[in-house]
Nanobody, 121 residues
Framework: QVQLVESGGGLVQAGGSLRLSCAASGSFIAITVMGWYRQAPGKQRELVATISSTGNIDYADSVKGRFTISRDNAKFTVYLQMNSLKLEDTAVYYC???????????????WGQGTQVTVSS
């Protein structure tokens, strides 16, 4: 089983910055893609950014140029640096990882509990 623990959310003024972290722990033999999704009130969960274990990165168009995703493979940790935050970035941000528990099971998706990011005017 893979546990994901996020940190770094909070309240920030528009134009400000926040850095989210997510560390994977538990029993697993591999983690491939790690990433961040977000869900605003009344909206569906959407992709923010993902990064593979080899460094391939994908961003939502709405955050390109403002957000930077990175990871530390040795620590099984993924980061999201969020700059120039806008009101519309307000959401619960969820960490996501695709991992493999053992050699007998297939890869599965895992989710963190979510961390609130609120951008104020």
């Amino acid at each position: 089983q893979v546990q994901l623990v996020e940190s770094g959310g909070g309240l920030v003024q528009a134009g400000g910055s926040l850095r989210l972290s997510c560390a994977a722990s538990g029993s697993f033999i591999a983690i491939t893609v790690m990433g961040w999704y977000r869900q605003a009130p009344g909206k569906q969960r959407e992709l923010v950014a993902t990064i593979s274990s080899t460094g391939n990165i994908d961003y939502a168009d709405s955050v390109k140029g403002r957000f930077t995703i990175s990871r530390d493979n040795a620590k099984f940790t993924v980061y999201l640096q969020m700059n120039s935050l806008k009101l519309e970035d307000t959401a619960v941000y969820y960490c996501n990882a695709v991992g493999k528990r053992d050699y007998l099971t297939d890869y599965s998706q895992y989710w963190g509990q979510g961390t609130q990011v609120t951008v104020s005017s």
